[in-house]
């Protein structure tokens, strides 16, 4: 399976703050490469496909860049609706493995 | 607007088995791969399964295959996920997502979750 690791795990910011979480694959997965975010007691919502495409109705602060391994999700002004948990998937082969998460926490 | 809705869980014991039910409207079901993914208390997503839209091809994960079984009824718009053989370890919230292929599989809908626990 195609392990994907994220950086930091964790993360405090303040809002209007631009932020950067990163993803890297265990191999080669072009651009299939997916973004979450989820709240707590909620389920996932899509916010990022092929590595920078945006999702309908996800606000244009969010936006991703990479290709093959390395891939990055940026958040150009946070909002106090941001903060979250973020996951990176790949939609490259099965089993579709995620990343261990991402917690954007307020400082 | 997409709607998915999964059926209840619930505390089983250890080998114990259970099915799972996804309802879904507001898209033509049979188009679209379905999926289940879970997320065990205070951890991480973990992609379990899917089908294709006509049924015909599932996918599963190491952790479950062999104990998992999925399937679809399209004239019922259902996915259902028939599990055997639970451990501990299966203990997690599991979501019915909705997927889409081309420009990377990924999963656009998903329901509320529903939880299974397993434990003596």
């Known amino acids: 399976d195609i392990q994907m690791t994220q950086s930091p795990s964790s993360l405090s910011a303040s809002v209007g703050d631009r932020v950067t979480i990163t993803c890297r694959a265990s191999q080669s997965i072009d651009t299939n490469l997916n973004w979450y975010q989820q709240k707590p007691g909620r389920a996932p919502n899509l916010l990022i496909y092929a590595a920078s495409s945006l999702q309908s109705g996800v606000p244009s602060r969010f936006s991703g860049s990479g290709s093959g391994t390395d891939f990055t999700l940026t958040i150009s002004s946070l909002q106090p609706e941001d903060f979250a948990t973020y996951y990176c998937?790949?939609?490259?082969?099965?089993?579709?493995?995620f990343g261990q998460g991402t917690n954007l926490a307020i400082k | 607007e997409v709607q998915l809705s999964e059926s209840e869980g619930g505390l089983l014991q250890p080998g114990g088995s259970l099915r799972l039910s996804c309802a879904a409207s507001?898209?033509?079901?049979?188009?679209?791969?379905m999926n289940w993914v879970r997320q065990a208390p205070g951890k991480g997503l973990e992609w379990v399964s899917g089908?294709?839209?006509?049924?015909?091809?599932?996918y599963y994960a190491d952790s479950v295959r062999g104990r998992f079984t999925i399937s679809r009824d399209n004239s019922k718009n259902t996915m259902d996920l028939q599990m055997n053989s639970l451990r501990v370890e299966d203990t997690a919230v599991y979501y019915c997502?909705?997927?889409?292929?081309?420009?990377?599989?990924?999963?656009?809908?998903w329901g509320q979750g529903t939880l299974v626990t397993v434990s003596s």
């Open positions: 997502a909705k997927g889409r292929s081309g420009w990377s599989v990924r999963f656009d809908s």
């Open positions: 507001g898209f033509t079901f049979s188009d679209y791969t």
């Open positions: 998937q790949q939609g490259y082969s099965t089993a579709y493995t």
């Open positions: 089908i294709s839209g006509s049924g015909v091809s599932t």
